[in-house]
């Protein structure tokens, strides 16, 4: 009985196994369709054409030659996306990621040109790309100190250091790094064929190849080894990783300093990719705000997010032409970010109450909708 | 040199004129999450509700030509943003850090896009708004004196008086009253008071609309008082900074006053040394309050105080 019973168990879990894979991709995905659908709603309520916008975005950000623009912008985006992925495993917030992200750029953008001038050109990247890691790095030391000897919330101490930090980047633009042959506050620009060079055959930054790199080593580093390992129990629970023996300080520090580094690490390949080669002041972008909801609707898995990240860089690089031509300002995507956060909280809700069987409302709704506040003395 | 530059009347009527004036919006959003963070609810999408209210708060000022119409506008705007964070948070347990940051995202992206959308390039502007003076304070030297741009210690617009007795109102509810009682043990012991017969989620869910409607008030403070004037990501972090006031303050509501006078004159600081002719650059002018909390953080870090339950849903019987 028993050896006709065993075979017959193995479609079972393979089709259990499709039915997981099913459900984690349309809990990913659903989100993304809700947001689209809902921005597109508030389009047509701000009498602008959603098919326009959406069809802008596929002619500028795919059709023809575009999809290669939108993969050479996908290169930061990847590497703070990476970034933010090894933090946020261990249940850490380094939202400082706008700050790390302009201090890097400043900094390759101001040695960059003297740097590329007079060192061999592959020497002087990789040095200009450690650079960048290092100020990244080292503008989360004060969080990560903070946190790991006090516990003091590193949400806040990681937003006050990034406002700083992209102060601290404009002045640095402005000052000391400003091309002194121009009136715009603007860095010296690097020339063109010192910039990173394209993929052979394509227009595509060949930094791109570096960012798949480093995804992958990440991913490997997070899920099979040590360090990965300690990671995951520290963001599971802190009290059981201190009792494992782990050296909490150590490990949040760590943490917090490879996160910078790869922030750091992003801003060399936005200056350093063919479409920049400088810095303007006031105008150093905030990818990591726009990329973050894809870093949970990944799940914190760092090859899942290439398919996620390459999806918004075309969003990315074809919205911002899609929004000027409907007439719309280009935060436009900042509400798309917001509405794609909100849903996926709201479907990954829906979908852990249907794994436990449960019904949609929760006890405390129903308790918050029948009790007003004055009543609560009786029973005390 | 520079002190005896310094040490000129007009530059300490500014510098407490100016601080009051950069402070009562931060003083309003810090009220409102003291509120919400002693009840267990940390809000990270204050910056997204203190721009919804600075945009509707001004819409209504504009269209409807009084500013009180603003004020209330921005209270509906904020207290709707949290009913957002109320169910998703407090109802149905989501993580609050993320649906913050989703409030916040949309609120800078729905605020820049609607003002893009019905005012374009032209940005109007909005009269300045009625003061009341206190009798006979506002005949003091210096402190009663004014300087250009800005409002005397002691003829404010009503609202900022209403904001100090409302200060008043939340610390005396704190201290003396079952609500208060109710709340901090929200965030305290969310356990204890479930025992004691108090539903936790309706707590919250009071404290976190409090919460939206004073960082909407904020926000409708900083367009229609400070600015006169809507732009784009006017609030500039100061959601945030509120949320650390908060912390520093330890949920003391008079601490709060404090505090926000403090960070208001750090960041009016840059325009009462640009008033005696001390030029410093508007990148380390907008610095300097947040280099001010990094201090600050690192010099009492110790000291910063967050409730247990803050941040985490309440489920009951869950351990």
Known sequence: MAEVALPARRPVAASR?????????????????????????????????????????????????????????????????????????????????????????????????????HLPMWFATVVLFLFA????????????FLKARYGTNE????????????????????????????????????????????????????????????????????????????????????????????RLPRLVVGSFLISGAL???????????????????????????????????????????????????????????????????TDFLYVLVGLILLFMTVIEFLGRRRELGGSYLTVGLVQALRAPLWRRRAAA | MIVATIWTQVFWTSVVAGGLLAGVPLMFTALGETISERAGVLNIGLEGMMLLGAYCGFLGAYYGHTQWLGYLAGIGAGAAA????????????????????????????????????????????LGATPTLAIPGLDRIPILGEGVHGQNPLFRQPLVVYLGFALVGLVAWLFRSTNVGLNLRAAGEKPEALDAAGVSVVATRSYAALATGALAGLGGAYLSIAVAGVFTPFITQGQGFMAIVIAMLARGKPLWVIIGSFLFGISISMIDSLQLVGIDISTDFGHMLPFLAIIVALVLFARRAYLPPALALPYVRGAR
């Open chain 1, 263 to 329: 922030v750091g690490a992003a801003a060399a390949a936005f200056v350093l990719s063919p479409f920049w080669g400088y810095v303007r002041a006031d105008q150093i972008p905030n990818y990591g705000d726009e990329i973050i909801p894809f870093v949970f609707l990944a799940r914190l898995n760092a090859v899942a997010l290439l398919p996620f990240v390459a999806f918004y860089a075309v969003l990315f690089t074809g919205g911002d032409f899609a929004a000027t031509q409907v007439n719309l300002s």
């Open chain 1, 155 to 246: 949400i806040i101490t990681t937003l006050m250091m990034s406002f700083v930090g992209v102060d601290l980047a404009n002045i640095l633009v402005k000052g000391p790094f400003q091309d002194p042959s121009i009136r715009t506050p603007q860095t010296r620009a690097i020339d063109f064929d010192k910039l990173m060079p394209p993929i052979p055959g394509t227009s595509i930054d060949c930094s791109l190849l570096v960012a798949f790199a480093v995804v992958l080593v990440v991913h490997y580093v997070l899920t099979r080894t040590a360090f990965g390992l300690r990671l995951q129990i520290l963001g599971a629970n802190q009290r059981a990783a201190r009792h494992m023996g782990i």
């Open chain 2, 82 to 125: 949290s009913v957002l964070m109320v169910v998703l948070c407090v109802w149905l347990g989501l993580d609050q850090i993320v649906v913050g940051i989703a409030i916040t995202l949309a609120g800078e992206g729905i605020t820049s896009v609607l003002h893009g959308a019905q005012f374009g390039a032209s940005e109007p502007r």
């Open chain 1, 133 to 144: 890691a290092a100020a990244g790095a080292a503008w989360t030391i004060v969080p990560a």
């Open chain 1, 17 to 117: 196994l499709a039915g997981r894979a099913a459900d984690l991709a349309i809990r990913s995905l659903v989100p993304v369709v809700l947001a689209l659908v809902a921005g597109g709603v508030l389009l047509y309520a701000l009498g602008r054409s959603a098919l326009s916008f959406y069809g802008g975005i596929w002619t500028y950000g795919i059709a023809d030659q575009n999809w290669q623009q939108s993969a050479t912008t996908m290169v930061p985006l990847l590497l703070i996306a990476t970034g933010l992925t090894v933090i946020f495993r261990a249940n850490i917030w380094n939202l400082g990621y706008w700050g790390q992200f302009a201090l890097g750029a400043a900094v390759v953008a101001g040695y960059g040109p003297s740097l590329l001038a």
